[in-house]
């Protein structure tokens, strides 16, 4: 009897220190009010060019920008998912034969509007639409020859690759460390809609990966 009281004991202290690590780590499914969440952004944007250049590498373009997003709740479980990020545009050409690149990159300030399901309460996913603007209407450029040096220089952006639109997901998980503070992190893909080809018969469009990294704070 001894040994099984002492089993017992053993099992409420294990489900004991699993409830403690659930409510004092793990964030609550519904935000009562406003959330607040400043983010840094590793971003990659893949170029999809059509038709494809034959003997011409496309290569993707990262960065480490950031951002601040908010959430909202409208219903149980559903919260209001947008805000704006800072987020790399571009594309590197390399002409396989000749070994000549061209590098052409930009910014576009991305604002997702989307909703954001919480149903378990340290994991949640997104689902939305995104609007990005440029944030300069000129763009860095440069052209790398084997055995010159690196000609930079900035060239105007085309009408067309001032502004993007598509869709996005995101995966994202938070762990609490004050009642009203958590640290996230959130992964998205982003599927690029719009042609900013300036080229007539030809097609480009990006599509985006995200990791994000933050702070989450309710109001």
């Not at 893949?46 to 034959?54: F, G, K, Y």
């Not at 390399?94 to 590098?103: A, C, G, I, L, Y």
């Not at 952006?157 to 009642?179: C, H, N, T, W």
Request: hydrophobic letters at 40%; proline letters at 5%.
């Amino acid at each position: 009897m001894r040994q099984l009281n002492q089993t017992q004991m053993g099992n409420k202290s294990t489900f004991f220190f699993a409830f403690v690590f659930i409510f004092f780590f793990v964030t609550p499914s519904t935000s009562p009010g406003l959330t607040l969440k400043p983010a840094l952004n590793w971003g990659f944007c893949a170029p999809q060019i059509s038709p494809e250049n034959r003997g011409v590498d496309v290569s993707k373009q990262t960065a480490l920008l950031g951002g601040l997003l908010f959430e909202l709740p409208l219903f149980p479980f559903v919260n209001l998912d947008s805000g704006a990020l800072l987020h790399p545009y571009g594309q590197s050409l390399k002409d396989t034969s000749t070994q000549v690149t061209s590098e052409t990159k930009w910014k576009q300030l991305l604002i997702p509007v989307g909703l954001r399901l919480r149903l378990i309460p340290f994991f949640n996913l997104g689902l939305g639409g995104y609007y990005g603007v440029a944030t300069s209407s000129q763009a860095d450029q440069s052209v790398s020859v084997p055995g010159l040096a690196t000609a930079t220089s900035e060239v105007a952006l085309a009408s067309e690759q001032k502004s993007d639109y598509g869709l996005y997901s995101s995966v994202s998980v938070e762990f609490s460390i004050f009642p009203s503070a958590a640290i996230f992190v959130d992964g998205r893909y982003l599927l690029g809609l719009k042609n900013q080809s300036a080229s007539e018969g030809s097609s480009l469009k990006f599509n985006h990966f995200q990791f994000l990294s933050g702070l989450s704070v309710e109001w």
